[in-house]
Structure formats: C-alpha cells, structure tokens
C-alpha cells in the first residue's frame, strides 16, 4: 500500500482512536455517500440492492442518516414491494461490508508491516493504539512472537492507563467529572468493539 506510513501517521496525529477504524470508516463514509447517490438516481442499483436483502443493521443505521428522506423513501419502497412479492425476507449480502473487507484486510497487514520496524513501533507507542478487534488482526499478520508480545503490552499499557479515569467516575457525577476523565468511556468503548460503537 503506496504511501500508507504517511496516511497511518496522519491518521493517529488528527484523532485519538484506532487509526484502522478511523482509516476504514474514511472509506466507509465515501462508498455510502456513492450509494446514496446511486439509489437515488439508478434503479438498476436499487434493484440489486433489494436483491441483496438492503444492508446489515449496522450500514442500514448509517445509509438512513446519511440519505435524505427521499432516497430512504426509494430505496424502501423497493425493498417492501419485492418482500410483500416473495412473502418471505431476502438473505441480506451486505455490499458495504463486502467493499469494506478487503481494504481492512490490506491496512491490518500494512499496519504489521509498519509495526515490524523499531521506528514504526515508536511512532505507535504516541498514539491511541488499536481496538481490540484489528490489534488480533494485526498481531496475528506478525510472523514473530516476539512482535505479537511487545503489540499485546502496549495496548494492555493504554488501557491500565484509563482506569484512574473510570475509577474516579464512579463515585461522581456525570457533571463533576473532568473532559477527560469522560473520554475515557467512548474511548474505552471503541477500544472493545472498534468504530462501529461510535458510527454516525
Ligand atoms: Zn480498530
Ligand atoms: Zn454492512
């Protein structure tokens, strides 16, 4: 992937989260802004779409927010037709998702890439880490150990690191506890379950 330390380095500078989640909803958000273009004006897409079962819940959620009411209202009246037609649901094939898996798939094995050099390593050490989901997939795009072991310490060093936050939050308010303190809730959030906890 051409000039992906650059974007990697970028990524973790200008956002304090996962920078494959934010790498892959970048993309996310550009392949549902084509769609919504799409479904609006082609009803050959529409039609695939609906043969397609629409979306997953997730990219359903997000193609809703994103789409102005007449585009739902397109794309739905396609979908309710061809279902009330068949009289039973349409197995769903996600084509945002499909779009999306292999462009994950190639920054997980970059990122391993990157991490493989000492220099990598300590420009990851500044930043917010990975979720848990891509640090599995990461480490398990490393062929030695040994990087498996040292990627597993410094995500388990950010996490040890947010618990005097959450632990102060218990005993107080939402409203007496700092900024900080409360980022550390979506942050911790996202670190379990990666970009999808934070969506649109
Ligand atoms: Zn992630
Ligand atoms: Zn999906």
Sequence with gaps: ??????????????????????????????????????????????????????????????????????????????????????GERIPIHCRVCIALDAYEQSLCEATAHFLESEAGRSVFDEGAGLCLNHQGNVSSAFGDPTLRRWLNESQNHRMQQDLPALEAMMNHSYFDSTRSQRSAIPRCVERFVGRKALGL
């Design 1 to 86: 992937m051409t000039g992906f330390e650059d974007v990697f380095k970028a990524k973790m500078n200008e956002e304090a989260r996962c920078p494959i989640c934010a790498l892959v909803e970048d993309r996310e958000f550009t392949v549902l802004s084509h769609l919504q273009y799409e479904v609006t004006h082609d009803r050959d897409v529409r039609s695939a779409i609906v043969n397609e079962g629409g979306f997953c819940v997730y990219h359903f959620r997000q193609f809703r927010k994103l789409a102005n009411s007449e585009t739902n209202a397109r794309l739905l009246t396609d979908l309710v037709s061809e279902y009330l037609r068949r």
